[in-house]
């Protein structure tokens, strides 16, 4: 039966990739599927993209992977973390980038989408408007989903890992973050995301003989430090507290 691996949110994290990928092989996954957000963050872009190409995963997009390649002029000047990206990365991640398709069916059961289905800065599991996260009604998830009936939808943008059963049958998997545990955002609104532990997070799904899945969420210890000491040489302190707390500041 196909087991898959789903994971999402990896920000360059290529330490909490390489442990992920190796505790998913180590049970026996046959596929590979990354819902993007993949590229951008201060710890080593170009090492992840490297090691992708020879996981042969299957890749949707991000808002951030949109983020790299759609910057302008004036955004790279005020961002150095951007610098430090696009400098580390060269063309030809950028080109790679710009060919991901935005989500994917990716067989007759599973749907995979970044944010939805129609925006990738939407959370699709959670209302933010508080400041922290709210699990949305049932009712407001569905009419997000405008129509999707795949069985499983898996998703990620928020970096929290949550299984959600809709009144429609359908179950709402997202696998949390490989590399980057918690994060505040100023879009929508102020908010804070936060797992509360250091390790990677990822997703087995696995077909059984009946037609059902087995969903299984694993936390993977990995190197932290070698990602915070990279996160801290291009001064994103910030970043070193999510890293290594898996909390806000």
Not at 130 to 137: D, I, N
Not at 139 to 163: D, K, M, Q
Not at 191 to 203: C, D, G
Request: glycine share 6%; hydrophobic share 35%; aromatic share 8%.
């Amino acid at each position: 039966m196909e087991k898959f691996a789903i994971l999402s949110d990896i920000h360059s994290n290529v330490y909490a990739l390489e442990a992920v990928v190796e505790h998913a092989k180590s049970n026996g996954v046959t596929a590979f599927v990354n819902l993007g957000d993949i590229l951008y963050g201060p710890i080593a872009p170009r090492q992840t993209y490297d090691y992708l190409q020879s996981l042969n995963a299957i890749t949707i997009s991000g808002n951030q992977d949109r983020q790299i390649y759609e910057a302008t002029k004036a955004e790279i000047e005020s961002n150095p973390t951007m610098q430090f990206i696009l400098s580390d990365l060269g063309p030809q991640p950028l080109d790679w980038m710009r060919q991901l398709p935005f989500d994917l069916q990716i067989n007759e059961d599973i749907y995979a989408c970044h944010g939805t289905p129609n925006d990738d800065l939407v959370y699709l599991l959670e209302n933010i408007n508080t400041g922290s996260p709210v699990v949305r009604a049932d009712s407001e998830i569905i009419e997000l989903l405008n129509g999707v009936s795949s069985p499983i939808v898996v998703c990620g943008h928020t970096h929290t890992a949550r299984c959600v059963e809709l009144t429609t049958g359908q179950i709402v998997i997202n696998p949390g973050s490989v590399g980057l545990q918690a994060y505040t955002d100023d879009e929508p609104n102020v908010h804070s995301m936060q797992s509360y532990s250091s390790a990677a997070s990822y997703v087995i799904l696995q077909g059984k003989p009946d037609g059902k899945w087995d969903i299984v969420f694993h936390k993977v210890m990995y190197d932290v430090e070698s990602a915070a000491r990279a996160a801290k040489k291009q001064e994103r302190y910030d970043w070193v507290h999510f890293l290594t707390t898996g909390r806000c500041l």
